[in-house]
């Protein structure tokens, strides 16, 4: 997996998870996404909310 994919993938993992929206089993995969996310460091995991964020506002979905 390459590493753009890889945080593309984790931030689509994140916006699902931070939506609120009814509750799934996360599949093998997006666990092992949320546990990479959760190893990342604090500034890591304050850069990827920003760009989340940035993604969010520029989307047309």
């Not at 593309?8 to 997006?30: D, M, P, Q, V």
């Not at 949320?34 to 969010?56: F, H």
């Amino acid at each position: 997996m390459s590493k753009v994919q890889g945080i593309t993938e984790i931030l689509g993992i994140f916006a699902c998870l931070s939506t609120g929206r009814r509750r799934r089993r996360l599949n093998n995969e997006e666990m092992k996404l949320v546990e990479r996310y959760r190893e990342l460091s604090e500034s890591d995991r304050i850069a990827m909310r920003y760009l989340v964020d940035a993604m969010r506002s520029v989307s047309r979905f």
